[in-house]
């Protein structure tokens, strides 16, 4: 654990701070019974003028694809406090699933060496 805090609350520039951010706001337990429907309504609105959720929905690609550059260890975990999944990668793919069914959920890119 990297002790990074809240950071993404105070610094919006930060690395992925709008999918901690939404994370913290629709998932967190403190508020979860009253918001995570709200975020699964709105992720499969798919509103063009959702700009939030839009970005959202980019840095959770970026984050399964294993783009995590500059994302603390426990930012995730600090962010929701899931305690079914043993890791981020299987919280978000979980959550992906819940947010966008009729998608794939995004894995690691791959180097071809052939």
Known sequence: MSGSGKYW????????????SVLNTYY????RNDNYE???????????DDAKIATFKAELTQVLQGHREGLPDDAIDLATAYDDWD??????AWLWH???PDEAVP?????SSE
């Open 28 to 31: 967190h337990p403190e508020i």
């Open 9 to 20: 609350l105070k610094d919006k520039s930060a690395p992925f701070a709008t999918l901690l």
């Open 38 to 48: 709200v975020l699964i309504e709105r992720a499969r609105e798919n509103r063009p």
């Open 98 to 100: 819940e947010l966008y």
């Open 107 to 111: 894995v690691p890119e791959t180097s």
């Open 87 to 92: 890791t981020d990668e299987e919280f978000l």
